[in-house]
């Protein structure tokens, strides 16, 4: 199939299947809004439930005292509950 021919879905899966990527940087890839990445991440994933693939995720991790229990797996958070440190990185997706 041509790329042209494929929705932004389609190309993001792939991309997933490719490599790790965080919202911002398929938000720069597919030159739409963060959270516009994050929705086609969850409607990616839930496609995928009658498959084989399943979309891994690595959480946000806090990278001054190295938290990751977050309540929130998807969406970046604002500040480590912890140590208050705003230096906290950005979940990561893939499909395998």
């Not at 500040?79 to 906290?88: D, G, H, Q, T």
Request: net charge negative; proline share 5%; aromatic share 4%.
């Amino acid at each position: 199939m041509r790329e042209a021919s494929r929705t932004t879905r389609q190309r993001l899966a792939d991309r997933l299947r490719e490599e790790v990527k965080t919202a911002s940087s398929l938000a720069r890839e597919f030159e739409v809004t963060a959270n516009t990445a994050l929705t086609h991440v969850e409607h990616v994933a839930r496609s995928l439930d009658s498959g084989d693939e399943e979309l891994l995720v690595a959480p946000p991790e806090c990278e001054d005292c190295g938290f990751t229990e977050f309540d929130d797996l998807v969406n970046r958070p604002s500040r480590c509950p912890e140590c208050k440190s705003e230096a906290v990185s950005e979940p990561a997706f893939k499909i395998e």
